[in-house]
């Protein structure tokens, strides 16, 4: 039986585990949203995880990075414009927030879209 992996394996997992610890007590974050926790504590797991999980764990790792991010962007649009009346601006830039969980094709309607606007109004 290989020590040497099996060692190397508990101290990974004990370095994981402790890192993981920080993420969820760390005090000097303001009101961290739980969604830039778990995005933490996913890339922080992923370098230590064994096998051929890795990739998809790293997968993982980045579309909750990219969720997340789109999740706090359309918030914080949705809530700096809560008491402005509803107009084509307003849905533009919510729907450009949501730009990056987009396919290509969606990606190019939503550019075109905005030049069609941009035309009308200039």
Known sequence: MDYTNLFKNIADSLYAIEKIKNIRNSSTREQADNISRITDIINTMTPFYPGDKRKQLENAAYFSNLYGNAYRNLKYHVLENRSRELS??????????LKPMLRS???????????IYEIIIS
């Open 88 to 97: 084509i601006d307003y849905i533009l830039k919510a729907l450009a927030a």
């Open 105 to 115: 094709n969606h990606i190019a309607m939503l550019d075109k879209m905005t030049k």
